[in-house]
């Protein structure tokens, strides 16, 4: 039974991630992203309501049993499938695109470049700052529904600041490059600007400058 288990469980819970990377032109896994456990409070909700209303299966007529035994194993399978869903629901950041894996039974996976990405939005609520959870929003070029909104995320800020580091890392920004002397550079507007406001024709020469004579 151990065989045959391990399988289903593999089909049913394993969102299998490495099957939908391009390994061949090198891509690689740079955080894969679980929902908060505060997703599961619901199922632990109705599992606690399961568990009473079998006890009270003890108190009611026989005749009558089968229908708390039947509302709590429709109770379990409820909890079951949500609990399910949400464990299967991953956001993973590579260092090529950001993609989402979804669904129990039917597999859904969006997927965006990280040259699409415009800018990330962080939402978090007060109670998920005292969790430890949040949602990014994601602007996108090509505003993929199924990437736009990523709930529930733990640690948000910290996974907003990794996909910036990918984005930066693949040069689809501009950097700041370190000098020899260790000294960061400024960038050419500014230097434009500094070597105009040095020019000797924007400044009076001081000694030279002659007010008017009085006879």
Do not use: C
């Not at 409820?78 to 950041?93: C, G, I, Q, S, W």
């Not at 979804?102 to 040259?115: C, H, L, W």
């Not at 939005?121 to 109670?127: G, K, R, T």
């Not at 640690?155 to 910036?164: A, F, G, K, N, Y």
């Amino acid at each position: 039974m151990t065989g045959p288990l391990t399988w289903l469980v593999g089909i049913v819970a394993d969102p299998r991630i490495d099957e939908h990377l391009l390994t061949e032109e090198g891509e690689q896994v740079i955080d894969e992203v679980r929902k908060h456990p505060v997703v599961y409070v619901t199922s632990v909700l109705e599992f606690l309501l399961m568990i009473a209303v079998l006890i009270a299966t003890a108190f009611v007529p026989l005749d009558v049993a089968f229908l708390p035994i039947l509302l709590a194993a429709i109770l379990g399978l409820h909890l079951a499938y949500h609990a399910l869903k949400e464990h299967m629901d991953r956001f993973v950041v590579t260092n090529m695109r950001v993609f989402r894996i979804s669904g129990v039974f039917d597999r859904k996976v969006a997927t965006m470049p990280i040259s699409r990405i415009l800018d990330i939005s962080v939402d978090q609520p007060f109670v998920g700052r005292v969790m430890g959870y949040g949602h990014l929003t994601f602007e996108s070029a090509a505003q993929e529904q199924g990437l736009r909104d990523i709930k529930y995320v733990g640690h948000p800020s910290e996974r907003d600041l990794t996909i910036q580091r990918v984005i930066q890392r693949a040069g689809l920004r501009a950097t700041v490059t370190s000098s020899d002397d260790g000294s960061g550079d400024v960038p050419d507007l500014v230097q434009h600007h500094k070597r105009r406001s040095d020019h000797p024709r924007l400044h009076p020469v001081q000694g030279n400058h002659r007010g008017p004579t009085h006879r």
